[in-house]
Every structure is written in structure tokens, then in C-alpha cells.
């Protein structure tokens, strides 16, 4: 299938959120937590990469939240489209999903890795079974915490919904906390070992943030994580 480009808009210094459009469907099936694969011939190669769909099911419209990787071979041309324009897509897919809403649970992010989590996140407060949940999200500096302004609008509304960006970078004038989410773990954590654990972002911190959890005593089954190298 086809996506067209509908439009974009900077979260960040090279992140952008961008809207598309599937015009072959009128519904885009998934669920919250899976991903897109766009793939393009680029310099005479094919090349497919993935993408995790921020936002909720919405029609044929879906977002995304991109990084441009400096000498990357695919995210700078997805920084150079213009609305119109359109690239090759496969289907949703992906185990990046919610397992029991009926659970407690907590979601750990860094960077664009926060992507899933703006469709799983109130998709899973909208569960009638909905219990407490906590969003633990690293970003370098104060502009890296992409949709603060929604997840804090969320929190305000959901009594059972905490929102904890942590910079580990932060200006003097940060109030919040600070340092990589690795430091905030045991606090969200308090002394539950039952809670389901969902982390999203790069290798490193999704290795990290695991080891800490099976030393804590986590079953793999209470770890699903989306790598994204
Ligand atoms: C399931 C899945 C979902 C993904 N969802 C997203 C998403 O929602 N948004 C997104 O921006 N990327 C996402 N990615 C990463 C994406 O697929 C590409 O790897 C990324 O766009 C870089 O591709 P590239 O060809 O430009 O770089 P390449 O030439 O492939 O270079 C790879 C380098 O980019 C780094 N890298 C990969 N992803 C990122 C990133 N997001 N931020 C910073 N550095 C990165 C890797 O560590 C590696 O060093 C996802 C990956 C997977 C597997």
C-alpha cells in the first residue's frame, strides 16, 4: 500500500511529527504499539525500515515521530518529503502491544522511543479495567520530552496516570527530575514485582533497563520491549 504524506510539524531540533494518509483504506487496522515498514530503492539499493505509529486508530490517517539520523540511509529522505508526496508501506505489524489492561504497569521511553506509547498510553487508560500506570520518559534536554504537553494534560485528568520525564541534560532552570531513567526505576517500581514493564527506545537502555528488572526478580513475560537498533 501507498502512504501519503499529509503533513509535518518540529517537535525537536530533527524530530518531527508527521501525519499520513493510507488512501487505498478506509480504516489503517492495528493495534496501539505496532509498527509500519516503509520501503524505498534509494541510491540503486532497497532498503525497509520500521516505524512505530503514534498515534490511536484514526481512520486511514496515522503519525509518526521521527529522528533524523545524521548519514542515515533512510530517515533523511523522509525528511525531505513534502505533503503529496507518498512511499511504499507494509501493513502494521508487531508483539509491541498491550498484554493484560487490567494490570498495573509501567512504560519507559528515551527519545523517539515514546512513539508507541502516545497510542498504548490512553488506549489503555480507555480500558474500563484500567488500573494504575506510570510513564517513565528520558530525554537529553527540556525540548526532547516530544508531547510533554499531552501526557501532562492526561495526568491531570487520569487519577491513576503519572507522567515522569527525567533530562539527563537538564538546564539550571529544570525543576523536574533528572538523570537517565535507569535512576527513577526502583522509585516507580516501589516494592511491586507484579507490574507489566513496557520499554521502547535504543539497545542500550532497553538491555540496561531489563537486567535491571530480572535482578529485581521480573519474569521475561512481565519485559516486552521495541528495539529500535
Ligand atoms: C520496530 C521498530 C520501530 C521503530 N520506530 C521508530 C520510530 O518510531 N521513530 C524513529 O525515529 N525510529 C524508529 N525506528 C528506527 C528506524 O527503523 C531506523 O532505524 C531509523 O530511522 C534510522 O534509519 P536510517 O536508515 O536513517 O539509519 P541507518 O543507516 O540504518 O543507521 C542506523 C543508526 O541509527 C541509529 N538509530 C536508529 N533509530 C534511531 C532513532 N530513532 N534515534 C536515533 N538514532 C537512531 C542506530 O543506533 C544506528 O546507529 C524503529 C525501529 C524498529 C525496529
Redesign the pocket.
Known sequence: MKATLVGSRELAPEVRNFVFEVSAVDELQFKPGQ?VSFEETLGGKK?T????I?SRPNGNRFE????L?Q??????HLFTMQPGDSLEMLPPL?F?TVRNPAKDALFIAT??GI?PFRSMVPDYLNHPEAKQLTLLFGARYENGRYYADEFEALANRSSNFRFWPTLSRPEPSWKGRSGHVQIHLLEAIGDRRDLDVYICG?KAMVDDVRGILKALGFDRKQIIF????
Do not use: H, M, Q
Request: net charge negative.
Open positions: 509498527f532498503i525500515r520500521a516505524y512505530s503514534a509518526l515521530c521521527l529522528n539520523v548519514d542515515g540511509a533512510f530517515s533523511p508487531g509491541f527519545g523517539t512513539a535504543l521495541e528495539k529500535y537498533d
